[in-house]
Nanobody
């Protein structure tokens, strides 16, 4: 059974840092890419990073580039999202997701291309 379990959410002050973890199980970890997405109430789910496990290649949208870093520990089947210089904004749930195998070899990092999702921790950035 494929499982993705996030941890590390919580409350942080604006300008602060937070690291999220995504522990994966039930599949061959380095055959896939893992994405991080966030969703605030009433807003669409937004991709904030992707990492291709086999070669470590990463993707970031402009909104987080230079502030967020995604990495993986293949021995632990875990992906991390280091978030620095966090902006004050509405609370959002941060999800990790596995990219569908049919997108293997591509640079796709869209929510529609993910096939399994974690339940997501809430991240709140206070001003």
């Amino acid at each position: 059974e494929v499982q993705l379990v996030e941890s590390g959410g919580g409350l942080v002050q604006a300008g602060g840092s937070l690291r999220l973890s995504c522990a994966a199980s039930g599949f061959t970890f380095d055959d896939y890419a893992i994405g991080w997405f966030r969703q605030a109430p009433g807003k669409e789910r937004e991709g904030v990073s992707c990492i291709n496990i086999s070669d470590g290649s990463t993707y970031y949208p402009d909104s987080v580039k230079g502030r967020f870093t995604v990495s993986s520990d293949n021995a632990k089947n875990t992906v991390y999202l280091q978030m620095n210089s966090l902006n004050p904004e509405a609370p959002a749930v941060y999800y990790c997701a596995r990219r569908s195998y049919r997108f293997r070899g591509t640079r796709s990092c869209r929510a529609s291309g993910m096939d399994y999702w974690g339940k997501g921790p809430l991240v709140t950035v206070s001003s």
